[in-house]
C-alpha cells in the first residue's frame, strides 16, 4: 500500500456490525485489478456516532461510501440530496461526493434486478412475480422491478399491514398488489418468478422456508436474496421440484458494482468480483 493515498482514493462501508463485511475484499481486490491506488475499509459505527461519522466523511473528503445496517435510514438527514430511486425506496446504501453535494443512493434494487434479468431476459416485463416480505429489502427489490418495467408484482408478508403499507407507498409505480399470504399460497402456480426477500432461511435456523415448493409453475424461478447459506433449504427444494434458483450473491456483487462505477466512473469487472465473493463463501 502506497503512504501517498490521498483523501479522494479512499472509500469504506459504515454499519453496526461490518466485521463479517465481503465489500472491502470485493472493492479492494478491484481496485487492484484496475490498477488504482484507492482503499476500502470497513468502519464500525455505533448509531449514536452515525452523524460524526457521516460528517468526518465528508470532512475528509472521501469520494464516497456505503452504507448498511443500521444506518440506511438515518444516514439520509446527513446528506445534501437523494437520487430519485433512493428517495423512493426510503433508504440509502451509497453515498457520493459529487460537485452539487453528498449524494445519496440506492443501489440494492437495481444490483438484484441485474443478477435476475441474467435469468430471465426479456419476460420480465410480463412475468408474474410474487415478492415475500416487507421490509427495506423487498422495497429495494419492487422499486428496481417496477422501474425496469415489470407489470404484474404481488407482495405478500407475514404481517400483511406492512404489504399494504408498502402497496400505498409505491403506489406511483403502477401494477402492485398487496395479497394475504393464505390467499397467495393459492395463486403459487401462476408465478413466474418468486423472490424471497426476508430473513426466514438464512444461517443460523436453516431449516426454515419461506414458501412452499409444492404447485410451482414448470419453469418458475425461485430467488433467495440470502447468500448465507449459499443455497437455502427452500432454493435446493425449488430447486429439486423442477424450479431455476438464484441466490443473493449476484444481488451483493451487483449493488457494489453500480457503487464502484458511481464513485470511480469505472466499469469494474463484475464477474471477477463475483468470483472473489463466491471464493470467499465457497
Ligand atoms: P430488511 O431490511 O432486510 O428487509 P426488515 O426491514 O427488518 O429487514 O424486514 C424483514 C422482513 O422479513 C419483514 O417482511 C418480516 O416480516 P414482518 O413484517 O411480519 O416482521 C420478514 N420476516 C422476518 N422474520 C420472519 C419470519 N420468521 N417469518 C416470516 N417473515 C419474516
Not at 490521498?6 to 487492484?32: C, K, R, T, W
Not at 416485463?125 to 415489470?150: C, E, P, W
Request: charged share 20%; hydrophobic share 40%; net charge negative.
Amino acid at each position: 500500500m502506497s503512504c501517498l493515498l490521498h483523501a479522494e482514493s479512499l472509500y469504506g462501508v459504515i454499519g453496526h456490525p461490518v466485521g463479517h463485511s465481503l465489500s472491502p475484499l470485493m472493492h479492494n481486490d478491484q481496485f487492484q485489478h484496475q490498477g488504482m491506488p484507492s482503499f476500502y475499509h470497513a468502519f464500525d459505527v455505533l448509531p449514536q456516532h452515525l452523524e460524526e461519522a457521516v460528517q468526518g466523511l465528508k470532512a475528509l473528503g472521501v469520494s464516497g461510501f456505503n452504507v448498511t445496517v443500521p444506518h440506511k435510514i438515518e444516514v439520509m438527514q446527513y446528506l445534501d440530496g437523494l437520487d430519485e430511486e433512493a428517495r423512493l425506496i426510503g433508504a440509502v446504501n451509497t453515498v457520493v461526493n459529487e460537485e452539487n453535494g453528498w449524494i445519496g443512493y440506492n443501489t440494492d434494487g437495481e444490483g438484484y434486478v441485474q443478477s435476475l434479468l441474467t435469468k430471465t431476459g426479456d419476460m420480465l416485463r410480463d412475468a408474474d412475480i410474487l415478492v415475500i416480505g416487507a421490509g427495506g429489502a423487498a422495497r429495494a427489490v419492487i422499486s428496481a422491478l417496477t422501474g425496469h418495467g415489470a407489470k404484474r408484482v404481488t407482495l405478500t408478508n407475514r404481517t400483511f399491514s406492512k404489504a399494504e403499507a408498502l402497496q400505498e407507498r409505491l403506489a406511483e409505480r403502477a401494477g402492485i398488489r398487496a395479497l394475504p399470504t393464505e390467499e397467495a399460497e393459492k395463486e403459487t402456480s401462476s408465478f413466474d418468478i418468486i423472490i424471497n426477500t426476508t430473513s426466514v432461511g438464512m444461517s443460523p435456523h436453516t431449516e426454515n422456508m419461506p414458501w412452499p415448493v409444492e404447485n410451482l409453475k414448470p419453469g418458475c424461478i425461485c430467488s433467495d436474496l440470502i447468500y448465507n447459506p449459499l443455497k437455502t433449504k427452500w432454493l435446493q427444494e425449488a430447486q429439486k421440484a423442477g424450479a431455476d434458483i438464484l441466490n443473493g450473491t449476484g444481488m451483493f456483487v451487483g449493488q457494489g458494482a453500480i457503487a464502484f462505477q458511481k464513485w470511480t466512473g469505472i466499469h469494474p469487472d463484475t464477474e471477477r468480483m463475483h468470483d472473489v465473493v463466491m471464493k470467499q463463501l465457497g
